[in-house]
């Protein structure tokens, strides 16, 4: 088992920025991808982005990319997503999640979730 603590939500205007962790514990951290997915209300959980376990790959949603960055510290079992210049279409509860090895964008594909952190960003 793999036990996620999403944290770092919060209310921002459009153009901020916010970072969230995401603490893992329960098992090797550095054996298991890991991703970030989000959930707007309405509508399906989408891709964000994902690293491989050495953190030496990474892969992000179209939507994301240039202004989102992931990142991860084994040495300290968490995940991080850097979000800069957001915008009102990234509300959502944000995921964090992880499987073994290998990347994959598809959230079948992922074995443990957290709890979700809601990020609300003003117009």
């Known amino acids: 088992q793999v036990q996620l603590v999403e944290s770092g939500g919060g209310l921002v205007q459009a153009g901020g920025s916010l970072r969230l962790s995401c603490a893992a514990s329960g098992r090797t951290f550095s054996d298991y991808a890991m991703g970030w997915f989000r959930q707007a209300p309405g509508k399906e959980r989408e891709f964000v982005a994902a690293i491989s376990p050495s953190g030496g790959r990474t892969y992000y949603a179209d939507s994301v990319k240039g202004r989102f960055t992931i990142s991860r510290d084994n040495a300290k079992n968490t995940v991080y997503v850097q979000m800069n210049s957001l915008k009102p279409e990234d509300t959502a509860v944000y995921y964090c999640?992880?499987?073994?090895?290998?990347?994959?964008?598809?959230?079948?594909?992922?074995?443990?979730w957290g709890q979700g952190t809601q990020v609300t960003v003003s117009s």
């Open positions: 999640a992880a499987r073994p090895y290998l990347i994959r964008s598809s959230q079948f594909a992922y074995d443990y």
